[in-house]
């Protein structure tokens, strides 16, 4: 769990968010993550999920986001390094050079 975090069976949404910029990024803005808990599994598609979103306001003042969304309490779950890693890499691209 991140920061903030809250633990299951406490009947609130997971949630963290931080202000400051990912690591590395160089951009600033808010992180949030949320899980869910209490899926009824009644089939092999039927998990319990989390996202993570990343949110930021362009030099223009446009709002801009990431988001990152998967499935939670499965064998190949994606960790939350592996999230953060990614996360690290968002940078602004300026589209007339792209």
Known sequence: MWP???GPGDGTPN???R?????SSGLSGTLVSAR???V???NRCATEGR???F???SPDGDIHSWSFVGAADVRDEVPDGTIRRILATVRMV?????
């Open 36 to 38: 869910s808990h209490g």
């Open 51 to 53: 996202a993570t979103t």
């Open 4 to 6: 903030g975090e809250q």
């Open 55 to 57: 949110s930021f306001r």
């Open 40 to 42: 009824a599994g009644k």
């Open 15 to 17: 949630s963290s968010s």
């Open 19 to 23: 202000c400051g910029p990912p690591p």
């Open 94 to 98: 300026d589209d007339e050079a792209s």
